[in-house]
């Protein structure tokens, strides 16, 4: 027989319709449970902009329950920078996706995309 160790911690994750990224914890507990798991979405704004270079966008991220410290990203250096309060400031030309986390581990966060050019 197989069984589940009593302090496992399943991750249940989905996609929302602004492209941000939701995750629940669930305890074995709670997998006999027939509800759904509550997905919590962090919504990106402004989704899908271009910008030139030289310009800046300011970000605004949004858990919905909840006020907590954003912790921001890029994936594309060469293209966008971002501070600490959501600024985007446009460096090159590129494809860049902005990322706005939640906590520092990374179990909630939200992405938008962002073309700089």
């Given at each position: 027989?197989?069984?589940?160790?009593?302090?496992?911690?399943?991750?249940?994750?989905?996609l929302g319709?602004?492209?941000?990224?939701?995750c629940?914890a669930l305890?074995?507990?709670?997998?006999g449970?027939k509800?759904?798991?509550?997905?919590q979405?962090?919504?990106?704004?402004?989704?899908?902009m271009?910008?030139?270079?030289g310009d800046?966008?300011?970000?605004?991220?949004?858990?919905p329950?909840s006020?907590?410290?954003?912790?921001?990203g890029?994936?594309?250096?060469?293209?966008?920078?971002?501070?600490?309060?959501g600024?985007v400031?446009?460096?090159?030309?590129?494809?860049?996706?902005?990322?706005?986390?939640?906590?520092?581990?990374?179990?909630?966060?939200?992405?938008a995309?962002?073309?700089?050019?």
């Amino acid at each position: 027989m197989r069984t589940t160790p009593r302090n496992t911690t399943f991750w249940v994750c989905g996609l929302g319709l602004a492209l941000g990224l939701g995750c629940s914890a669930l305890s074995p507990n709670d997998l006999g449970n027939k509800q759904e798991p509550k997905q919590q979405l962090v919504a990106l704004t402004p989704d899908g902009m271009t910008i030139d270079v030289g310009d800046s966008l300011q970000m605004k991220a949004a858990l919905p329950g909840s006020s907590p410290t954003w912790y921001w990203g890029v994936s594309n250096p060469a293209a966008a920078s971002i501070d600490g309060q959501g600024l985007v400031r446009a460096i090159g030309p590129g494809e860049v996706t902005i990322r706005a986390c939640a906590d520092e581990l990374g179990r909630t966060c939200g992405f938008a995309p962002l073309t700089v050019r």
